[in-house]
């Protein structure tokens, strides 16, 4: 393995700067995830934006994250996570920079799947080095829970940043003022980050990445044109068979690979199985919620986008203080506990919400309901990352950290693409019920489309408004209805399948081993 670089500072500040270093990558990436969400209103008006174009807009970046973060976490361990973190943020402050001065929705949609590229690159890297740096459990978990809070409020604060943004400027900013941050990221990376690498990992399963790129990617195009389609429609059934079978041809080169890009096996341990679970149904309800909620506030209850922004801002905070708290608290409790009791919360929080209405009050309810929200998904996310990287060694926590960065994105691409097409459906139906016989047809179909696209109309037949907004309701209470259910599901499925208290993993004896070094901490 190759020996570690001279970082600034004393030892005594070199794990916190690493780990600062390391928290401001995550938390760049993980604000673009929803930072474009608050601009979506923007972008539908500007760019005469559909629906389905939005929702690519959003899920184009998710999906590249979640198709190529396992390979890129196995050649991050092979040819250095340094460079690896370096590499990515700058591919991912250069595109970010183009991203700005398109101007059309199609040519957007291709740079954001290239801002998906190099964010995939730079996820797995940060998890990796934390748990190269950080071997001793209780460390390693106080490191995971402040690197989950970083993670939890780039996705959360997206759209606190993007409407402050949009306040002052147009659409453009809030792809100008991720470069920034990715520049200061890497001179941090450069003078803090000490090289290390495992020659030994194997080569790139480019067979397995293969079909599991076209798997996810033709699983999430079927999803998001299912309700322009239909979702009985010969072309979406066929989608979604092909993906399945995809899914299994993929299952199967896995196993027979001599050096897989995913070892599927690992799956058999229900506790890394649960703990990924537990992961992708949080993500799920997150990026499905903040791609309605920021539309909600817009378009129903007529925000601007600063005060959207800033009304998300409890579910920002109650994610930063469950991150942190639930990594002190799950070797105490186990990972059972925390984990199924934060499924519980969340998804409370969206059978509440799936009987808000229009006018529900902001302090008393929406509040509430998002402090409630925050809390279960900041439990959840920390301590069951922690429990999937006790799987491996940390000489492959590039594997580890890339599965459960995966299903974190696959979580986060289902629930934009899932919950954003299943309001779309429902949406399209309630307006062809109301208002088919009061609009032609020109009026009719844009109104179907694109909530923007209503407000236009809106302002030119009277009651059209209050259909709208009924029509929003519909699909929104169904979406939560989805999410709460699957929540409570998994909470269940936590509860039987989880490690409870004193589980110690695969390296606990490492771990009790006084004399054990840190794994290139520098």
């Known amino acids: 393995m190759s020996s570690p670089t001279r970082t600034a500072g004393g030892p005594a500040l070199r794990k916190p700067l690493i780990l600062a270093t390391v928290c401001l990558a995550a938390l760049t990436i993980n604000l673009d995830t929803t930072i474009v969400n608050v601009a979506l209103p923007s972008l539908a008006r500007e760019l005469d934006a559909d629906t389905r174009e939005l929702l690519w807009i959003v899920d184009g970046y998710n999906l590249a994250f979640a198709a190529l973060v396992l390979a890129m976490g196995s050649l991050s361990d092979k040819f250095g996570r340094r460079p690896a973190l370096i590499l990515g943020l700058a591919g991912f402050a250069l595109a970010s920079g183009v991203a700005a001065l398109v101007d059309s929705s199609g040519a957007l949609i291709s740079l ?27 460390e390693r978990a106080a490191a995971l829970g402040l690197w989950g809070a970083a993670t939890g409020l780039g996705v959360a604060l997206g759209p606190v940043t993007g409407g402050a943004l949009l306040e002052h400027f147009s659409w453009h900013s809030v792809f100008w003022a991720l470069v920034p941050v990715g520049l200061i990221a890497i001179v941090m990376t450069v003078l803090f980050v000490p090289e290390s690498r495992d020659p030994d990992v194997p080569a790139l399963d480019v067979p397995g990445l293969g079909v599991s790129v ?67 149904i949080a993500f799920f309800s997150l990026f499905g919620f903040i791609f309605l909620i920021t ?49 519980t919360l969340l998804g409370s929080s969206f059978l509440w919400i799936s009987t808000t209405g229009v006018d529900v009050s902001y302090p008393t309810t929406i509040v509430p309901q998002m402090i409630l929200m925050g809390l279960g998904l ?48 429902l949406y399209a139906d309630r307006i062809a019920d109301q208002l088919g016989g009061t609009l032609d047809p020109a009026q009719l179909a844009a109104v179907e489309e694109s909530v923007g696209a209503a407000e236009v109309v809106a302002a030119e037949v009277p009651g059209v408004s209050a259909v709208v907004d009924a029509a929003f309701l519909d699909g929104l209470s169904a979406g939560c209805l989805l999410i709460g259910i699957l929540c409570l599901v998994g909470a269940a499925a936590a509860a039987l399948a989880l490690p409870g208290r004193g589980y110690r993993g695969p390296g606990a004896e490492v771990e009790e081993t006084p004399a054990a070094e840190p794994v290139n901490a520098g």
């Open 214 to 280: 076209a798997m996810l990617g033709l699983l999430t195009f079927t999803i998001i044109e299912a309700p322009e389609r239909g979702w009985t429609s010969s072309p979406t059934l066929v989608g979604f068979g092909v993906a399945a079978a995809l899914l299994v041809l993929f299952i199967l080169v896995e196993r027979r690979a001599a050096h897989p890009m995913l070892d599927v096996t690992l799956f058999l341990d229900r506790r890394f199985s649960a703990a990924c679970g537990a992961v992708t």
């Open 378 to 425: 900041g439990l959840v996310s920390t301590c069951a990352t922690e429990s999937i990287m006790q799987v491996l060694p940390p000489a492959r926590a590039g594997v580890g950290s890339a599965v459960n960065d995966a299903t974190r994105e696959l979580g986060g691409t289902l629930g934009v693409a899932i919950v954003g097409s299943l309001f779309a459906s």
């Open 295 to 343: 539309q909600f506030f817009q378009f129903v209850r007529d925000y601007s986008p600063l005060g959207t922004g800033a009304r998300i801002i409890p579910v920002a905070t109650s994610i930063a203080i469950a991150s942190v708290v639930g990594g002190l608290i799950a070797p105490r409790l186990g990972t059972r506990t925390v984990v199924a009791g934060g499924l």
């Open 112 to 138: 954001r799947f290239v801002m998906g590229v190099c964010a995939a690159i730079i996820f797995p890297t940060t998890l990796s080095i934390i748990a190269n740096t950080f071997t001793e459990r209780r």
